[in-house]
């Protein structure tokens, strides 16, 4: 991670990691806090903890990370399960 600090602000948003001379994002979604659709994927499954639907996250999400494209950035989102799977 040479070069990446965490929780960097950007375009009103904070980015989990971010590499401001690469122009470059590293999200790391949890599954839960994110409400990820290939285990949540009733989109008006109601996140008791954002207080929000699952659809209602998954468009913030989505108006979050066109901020930081519209930025000039790369991303690379990495989720929690994906992450437990195969760390490597």
């Known amino acids: 991670y040479e ?3 965490s929780e960097v602000p950007i375009s009103g948003f904070i980015a989990d990691e971010a590499n401001l001379s690469k122009k470059m994002i590293l999200e790391v979604f949890g599954d839960y806090y994110h409400c990820n659709p290939r285990i949540y994927t ?5 996140n008791t903890t ?3 639907t699952a659809a209602d996250k998954w468009q913030y999400d989505r108006r979050r990370l ?4 519209k930025q000039g950035y790369s991303i690379l989102v990495v989720w929690e399960s994906a992450w437990n799977e ?3």
């Open 86 to 88: 195969d760390p490597d």
């Open 42 to 46: 009733d989109p008006n499954y109601y």
């Open 3 to 5: 070069g990446f600090e």
């Open 50 to 52: 954002l207080h929000m």
């Open 66 to 69: 066109s901020a930081f494209r």
